[in-house]
């Protein structure tokens, strides 16, 4: 079975561009959450989208929105980018993104690095 | 809000020796992670529990749920489990997600 695969791996870009990363999850799973990882906040949650609607959201500005198509794909934009947004970003697939009755399977991350 | 506290924050030792890994939360939880993050990235998922204790290999994990603590406990320690170990709590509801502590950075060496 494939695991969760992340789309580029690596990415440049400078300030005020946009950028677009993709996640397929593990098939027959329904739920994809995204997660920013820095030194120096650590992971945090970003949103949580299930079955082409996204469920959660973490406290993250207006820049960063995501979407999930019907074969449960999920891609998540940052738009005007700043400095402070170069990070790893990871996303992780569950069958019904309930923390509590299963793990969460995890992508390697893109790592996005902003000039 | 959830706060996740790990310690140590870095903790270096010798081959076979057992380690501890400490994680603690102030809000009541409906489930706890522990997660291995290896140079590169990726995240591995090793335990979630709401009760008690698991064990997989020569990983245990514990949790306390009274006092709000949980433990990793890695027995007969190897090189290859230099890894950097993440704690995260799930208080359900899925208003926030997972809420990850800031990680403990292990490294074994030979």
């Known amino acids: 079975k494939a695991g969760v695969t992340q789309t580029p791996r690596y990415l440049i870009k400078t300030r005020g561009q946009q950028v677009t990363l993709s996640c397929s999850p593990i098939?027959?799973?329904?739920?994809v959450s995204w997660y920013q990882q820095t030194p120096g906040q650590g992971l945090q949650f970003l949103f949580e989208?299930?079955?082409?609607?996204?469920?959660n959201k973490g406290n993250f500005p207006g820049r960063f929105s995501g979407r999930q198509f019907s074969n449960s794909r999920s891609e998540m934009n940052v738009s005007t980018l700043e400095l402070g947004d170069s990070a790893l970003y990871l996303c992780?697939?569950?069958?019904?993104?309930?923390?509590?009755?299963?793990?969460?399977?995890f992508g390697d991350g893109t790592r996005l690095s902003i000039l | 809000k959830n706060e996740v506290e790990q310690s140590p924050q870095n903790l270096t030792a010798q081959e076979g020796e057992f380690i501890t890994i400490n994680c603690s939360y102030s809000?009541?939880?409906?489930?706890l992670h522990w997660l291995q993050q290896h140079p590169g990235g990726g995240i591995v998922s090793l335990f979630m529990?709401?009760?008690g204790k698991k064990k997989h290999g020569r990983l245990i994990a514990t949790i306390n749920i009274q006092e709000k603590h949980s433990s990793l406990h890695i027995t007969a320690s190897h090189p290859r489990d230099s890894a950097v170990y993440i704690c995260?709590?799930?208080?359900?509801?899925?208003?926030?997600?997972?809420?990850f502590g800031k990680g403990t950075h292990l490294i074994i060496q030979p």
């Open positions: 992780a697939s569950s069958l019904d993104g309930r923390g509590d009755n299963q793990p969460q399977h």
């Open positions: 098939s027959g799973h329904r739920s």
């Open positions: 989208y299930f079955s082409e609607t996204q469920r």
């Open positions: 809000v009541g939880i409906s489930a």
């Open positions: 529990l709401s009760s």
């Open positions: 995260a709590v799930y208080s359900g509801g899925g208003a926030d997600g997972l809420t």
